[in-house]
């Protein structure tokens, strides 16, 4: 698992910088001053979303390069879902911010994202999204026919989960249903279809980002009583931590599931027990007064994503 970073005050953060971005990151040091409210508002300086985007995608691709007897995954459509995955991340926080500008505001954590403190205007954020989106949409256009239709069907988790806050304390399930969807596309983009085994992968991911977003939501707990935001740690209450290992246990036996009707060998076995015990431990660590470990716990999942995404892949070459 990669260092962690290491928490600092807000007094600490350069000017604009925000509390979940890690502190060495590029974006508050390297990048010209007048980029980065725009690279801020594409969270270019948190890669944490991308990767949680990106990675049901090439778990999807790995275990149908099992299914089909390749030695790995077709590298076009990984480096395609990688730069899919940034621009779609990209669009879905410009999307998200315009709307929650006001909601933004309420909250500590995000009252200085860039639309909810000014620093840029909503037109200038609506001209990067219709930029972002239609990178998005180049990418998706390069798969077959089938995964274009899919992806497009993908459009309606995106656009209606920022309403989702306001109306249900299940925000994060509306996030997995969004951010799973690689687990179809994936499958789909190496075979033109879908069978069981990709569909279980997305519900698999949706269950594990229902638990890694709920870790996350830990954060702004006491803010989003004040504003009158819902979500799954506010519903849990001191539930949190069993419900979240409950999720990670579906995700898990999910996985199980789609191993074995894959045919998947002793390296991608041994890959999701990893998996499951990086989960567990996540789990054990919750605290409900520690948001400082709630973001390092969500940060974490991209490691426990490239077990799976990494053993996957050495399965389908060793076992040939």
């Known amino acids: 698992m990669a260092p962690l970073e290491p928490d600092v005050s807000a007094q600490d953060l350069p000017k604009g910088s925000l509390p979940d971005a890690a502190p060495s990151n590029w974006v508050d040091h390297w990048a010209p001053e007048a980029w980065r409210p725009l690279l801020r508002l594409v969270r270019i300086d948190r ?36 730069v899919g995955a940034i621009a779609m991340r990209g669009a879905g926080c410009v999307y998200n911010d315009i709307i929650d500008r006001d909601l933004d505001r309420m909250v500590t954590r995000t009252r200085n994202r860039p639309l909810a403190s000014g620093a840029v205007s909503v037109k200038a954020a609506l001209v990067l999204l219709a930029a972002l989106a239609g990178i998005g949409l180049l990418v998706l256009l390069s798969f077959n026919r089938f995964s274009v239709i899919l992806g497009f069907c993908s459009l309606v988790p995106i656009l209606i989960y920022p309403f989702m806050k306001r109306l249900t304390s299940w925000p994060q ?45 830990i954060q702004d707990f006491d803010d989003d009583s004040v ?42 076995r041994a890959g999701l027990a990893a998996f499951a015990l990086h989960l567990g431990w996540q789990v054990l660590k ?35």
């Open 227 to 268: 504003a009158g935001i819902r979500s799954t740690p506010r519903l849990f209450g001191a539930w949190t931590q069993i419900m979240v290992g409950l999720f990670f246990i579906l995700a898990i036996a999910v996985l199980i599931w789609a191993y074995a009707i894959t045919g998947t060998g002793l390296i991608a």
């Open 286 to 320: 919750i605290n409900l007064k520690n948001p400082a470990m709630a973001l390092r716990l969500f940060r974490s999942n991209r490691d426990a994503g490239l077990i799976l995404f990494l053993t996957l892949s050495g399965d389908a070459l060793f076992r040939l």
């Open 47 to 82: 890669p944490i979303g991308w990767w949680l985007l990106l990675l049901p995608c090439w778990w999807s691709s790995a275990l149908a390069s099992v299914a089909t007897g390749q030695p790995y995954p077709d590298p076009l459509h990984l480096l395609l879902f990688l």
């Open 173 to 217: 399930a509306v996030l997995g249903l969004a951010f799973a969807w690689g687990g179809l596309i994936g499958w789909s983009a190496a075979t033109g279809s879908l069978t069981l085994a990709p569909c279980l992968v997305y519900l698999a991911a949706i269950f594990w980002t229902i638990g890694y977003d709920t870790i996350y939501a």
